[in-house]
């Protein structure tokens, strides 16, 4: 499954939630540099589209709003026992496509 | 929302109705049809414990007790193999809680297998670890057991209890700061979920048991942070409708039990300054529900864990409303 978003839509510094079917995508634009990852935590289920951002050396991090876990936004790796999801984004000019892989997305609530 | 105090009636209403609909979504959390979210799990029979149902749902203490581990612990789903201490703790809470009220051999030889595995997996430092949860706030659900433990008189290896008790309280009173709260820069860099959480699972029930006058100040500073970063909205941590569900439900039973027992501690938390700050934070989580339930955050689809939590944060707040500081202790464990 594809999201399309209009790159305009997402500024740097920007952040936003969108669907592919029942799948929620956090999109950020972090200094220019566009990720997307699975808006469900898998520890608790709290939503990264609230997280902290962090800049470190080995690239973004987001912080789950709720217990502190993060992520990894190139690889969704963390410390904590729990991997997120993150997805390709693909520029084509002014938008830009998400691909959403159909099957192991969805974390249950 | 401006609101000082809410109809006892209007809320024994919603609490009920929000009830109704957990029971009606059994089969989402019910062990009894399958294996679950053991946190989920337990959320759900605080909500039946303090809405006084057990004995209408024993069979639900009973399964959990059926997928206990051999060495005491839970884990966090209920298939899974390894027990971790956080999970364990909640669950163990329940059983010794709800068997207060069931007085089953079985069960009771659960709790004891549970303190059995908190008095294995303590450190040497007095905490407790799991990597699911920042070390704090891992400590303070043993403690809150240990606090139920011996404040209902269970004796298995009571020695042992009280000593490993101590400890972790000795390791959470030294890691208090200097404003009043307890911070983990990785888990809980604001300090406010972690800070509502040591208060009230962990501290507070030591004023209770033992009259602990340095446990007291300690927790009139935490409530004193938490009063201190409540925002404009009644909110804490930018409209984080768990966070604000607990700091509510820590000031209240803080607030009561201190002005009980320890009302020098207060200084001006005490008096007029105290209603409206909780009030106003239960006002946000009335204005935060959804028709099905509450969600992590304004405006989200509801979840069952933070319904749970919203039903558990009405009974109490209908205790704080009745100012009987023993019965909002009971809504801990923290009294018979």
Known sequence: MRVELELAALPPGSRRLVRAGTVEVAVFNVDGEIFAINNVCPHRGGPLIRGLLQRTEAGPVVRCPMHGWAFCMTNGASVRPGRATVYPVAFHGERITIEVEAGSLEVPR | ?336
């Not at chain 2, 749902?57 to 193999?81: I, K, N, T, W, Y």
């Not at chain 2, 911070?183 to 009259?211: C, K, M, N, R």
Request: proline share 4%; glycine share 8%.
């Open chain 2, 1 to 336: 929302m401006e609101v000082d105090t809410f109809a006892d009636a209007a809320l024994a209403r919603l609490t009920d109705a929000e009830l109704a609909s957990l029971v009606a979504e059994r089969a989402s959390w019910s062990l009894t049809y399958g294996p679950q979210d053991l946190e989920l799990v337990a959320h759900a029979l605080r909500c039946i414990l303090h809405a006084e149902r057990v004995p209408a749902m024993r069979a639900e203490f009973e399964a959990l007790a059926g997928v206990q581990h051999r060495d005491g612990g839970f884990a966090p789903r209920s298939a899974d193999a390894e027990s971790t201490v956080w999970v364990s703790a909640f669950c163990a809470l329940m059983l010794i809680r709800g068997n207060a009220v069931l007085a089953s051999e079985p069960l009771a030889r659960s709790v004891r297998g549970a303190i059995d595995y908190f008095l294995d997996t303590q450190e040497r430092d007095g905490r407790w670890v799991d990597p699911r949860w920042a070390d704090l706030d891992t400590t303070s659900h043993p403690v809150s057991f240990f606090n139920v433990v011996l404040a209902l008189g269970e004796t298995h290896r009571r020695a042992d209890v009280e000593r490993a008790w101590r400890a972790g309280l000795g390791f959470i009173l030294a890691a208090q700061a200097g404003d009043g709260g307890w911070y983990d820069a990785e888990f809980h860099p604001s300090g406010v979920e972690i800070t509502a959480h040591l208060i009230q699972d962990a501290l507070v029930a030591a004023v209770l048991l033992e009259g602990r006058a340095d446990v007291a100040s300690s927790c009139a500073r935490g409530l004193g942070k938490l009063r201190s970063v409540q925002g404009a909205s009644g909110s804490w941590d930018d409209d984080n409708v768990d966070h604000t569900m607990d700091c509510v439900r820590s000031s209240m039973l803080v607030a009561r039990l201190l002005a009980r027992h320890a009302p020098e501690t207060l200084g001006d938390l005490a008096g007029g300054s105290e209603p409206g700050w909780i009030d106003r934070g239960l006002a946000w989580i009335l204005a935060a529900k959804n028709p099905s339930g509450w969600p992590d955050f304004p405006g989200m689809e509801s979840n069952l864990e933070r319904s749970c939590d919203g039903i558990d944060t009405l009974i109490k707040y209908r205790a704080y409303l009745g100012r009987d500081p023993e019965r909002l202790a009971r809504l801990w464990g923290y009294a018979r």
